[in-house]
């Protein structure tokens, strides 16, 4: 069977991702399409452990490289178990963050550089490619805001504190934008950047209309949209 389509989103940290995976995903469904929905880190038991230990506050002085290793080991779970197998059986696989997000964080933001995370990319995921990224980049400081009193909102709630990356300061955060502009740049046939202040609705448009053209090329084993769908 050939093979599904991989669509992953990146963004920082409040950039809207999780409500435009909901977003495409009902729009996928309403087409006829079940798409697999997954997150990195996290997504499958061991991923969810090494998510717990990577984004927690009070993991504290955690070198840049093992943050990296981790974010991989995580990922290498997360393609045997879950994203190889729905790619094998055909499926649309919508996955929130991938190894942008290691080569951004890590290489931009610990500045590791993007060398290393390509390199280790190859050896330990196969160099598994996703075929559509979307990447959201809204004004830097709205995002940031949003995703700290998200982070505060949850950790009174639940008492899990997932704010290690969002207590980072300014120019951390200014190096992950910068890097995903150049990664951006470097894949414009994958990378679709959606940028400035746009609204929830604006943002699912576009994101509905690179789905659509991707969709509409074939090559995957995933069927042409059917033509009563719906916007
Ligand atoms: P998450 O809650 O998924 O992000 P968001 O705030 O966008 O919903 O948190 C994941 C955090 O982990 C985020 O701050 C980015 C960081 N991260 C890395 O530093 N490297 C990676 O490889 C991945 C996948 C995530």
């Not at 075929?131 to 008492?159: F, I, K, M, Y």
Request: some cysteine.
């Amino acid at each position: 069977m050939p093979r599904g389509l991989f669509i992953t989103f990146e963004g920082l940290d409040g950039s809207g991702k999780t409500t435009q995976i909901k977003r495409l995903a009902e729009w996928l469904t309403k087409r006829g399409h079940l798409p697999v929905v997954t997150r990195q880190p996290g997504g499958t038991n061991t991923g969810d452990r090494i998510r717990a230990l990577v984004l927690d506050s009070r993991s504290t002085g955690l070198a840049p490289m093992t943050e990296m290793a981790l974010m991989f080991a995580d990922r290498a779970q997360a393609i045997s178990e879950v994203i190889q197998p729905a790619l094998d059986a055909g499926k649309i696989v919508l996955c929130d963050r991938f190894t942008d997000s290691t080569e951004a964080y890590q290489g931009g933001g610990r500045q590791l550089g993007s060398q290393v995370v390509l390199d280790l990319h190859r050896l330990i995921c196969g160099n598994l490619q996703p075929d559509l990224t979307l990447l959201l980049l809204p004004p830097l400081e709205r995002n940031l805001a949003r995703a700290r009193s998200r982070n505060q909102r949850v950790a009174a709630r639940t008492g899990c504190d997932e704010g290690r990356f969002e207590a980072e300061h300014d120019a951390f955060h200014h190096r992950v934008a910068d890097k995903y502009k150049q990664i951006a740049a470097r894949e414009p046939a994958r990378v679709v950047l959606i940028e400035g202040d746009l609204t929830i609705e604006e943002v699912h448009e576009r994101i509905a209309a690179a789905v659509s053209a991707r969709l509409s090329r074939g090559g995957s084993g995933v069927p042409v949209p059917n033509a009563q769908s719906t916007p």
